[in-house]
């Protein structure tokens, strides 16, 4: 497809379980980014990677949350015993630009813990 | 966090009319950009404004950033039923790096 993909669409976990998001960026695109969106609520940062080079990880909330873009393609968040706090729309974004903007979009992972 | 404001927080109109949402942020930033997401999608880019531009037009919609203010407004004229989305503003966070700094969202319901 021409866009970012994101997978799964949605993922239920029960408390302390692990969970892998994963991100299909545009092709060729260098930039990509991982956000974290609650419920009625704007986006916030969690980390940046410039081709496999994670360079701002200020965002990620915890040591429970990491992030790996090993070959400047795709990249998995992982989120290690998950809580409840946890729950909410994971969005992905590539751009062809170094300096991010113009990012496009995937249509996020909606996770919940229960 | 350092999420920018928006109002109003939602907005109903009918379709024709204008729709007028203002964002306002707290640092100095490069440049400010409005999205839109629909329920259940990804937020789609809409327009990019420099610091050093005032006012932009891309089809139906007019941005205007008062940097002496750390404001920006977003005009969409002639709103239709499929504009009905949250419209974000986000921002640069002024020091040259790439995340986006995102405003709490404007939820814009246009009716038939």
């Known amino acids: 497809g021409a866009g970012v993909s994101q997978s799964p669409r949605y993922k239920v976990a029960k408390r302390g379980q692990d969970v892998a998001l994963r991100c299909d960026p545009i092709?060729?695109?260098?930039?990509l980014f991982w956000y974290q969106q609650a419920l009625g609520q704007g986006p916030e940062f969690l980390t940046y990677?410039?081709?496999?080079?994670?360079?701002?990880k200020s965002g990620l909330p915890s040591d429970r949350f990491f992030a790996e873009r090993p070959e400047g393609s795709v990249s998995t968040l992982k989120i290690q015993r998950t809580q409840q706090e946890d729950s909410a729309v994971y969005l992905c974004?590539?751009?062809?630009?170094?300096?991010?903007?113009?990012?496009?979009f995937g249509q996020g992972t909606r996770l919940t813990v229960v | 966090s350092q999420q920018g404001e928006e109002d109003p927080q939602a907005l109903s109109i009918q379709e024709g009319e204008n729709a007028t949402m203002n964002c306002s942020y707290k640092?100095?930033?490069?440049?400010l950009q409005w999205y839109r997401q629909n329920s259940g999608r990804g937020l789609v880019h809409l327009i990019l404004i420099r610091s050093n531009e005032r006012e932009k037009h891309s089809g139906r919609l007019r941005v205007t950033l008062d940097t002496s203010k750390k404001s920006s407004s977003l005009l969409i004229t002639a709103s239709r039923a499929a504009d009905t989305a949250s419209y974000f503003c986000?921002?640069?966070?002024?020091?040259?790096?790439?995340?986006?700094?995102f405003g709490t969202g404007t939820r814009l319901l246009v009716s038939p």
């Open positions: 092709s060729g695109h260098v930039s």
């Open positions: 986000a921002t640069d966070d002024g020091t040259g790096f790439q995340k986006l700094v």
């Open positions: 640092t100095s930033i490069n440049n």
């Open positions: 974004a590539s751009s062809p630009r170094v300096d991010g903007t113009e990012a496009f």
């Open positions: 990677f410039q081709n496999e080079a994670q360079l701002d």
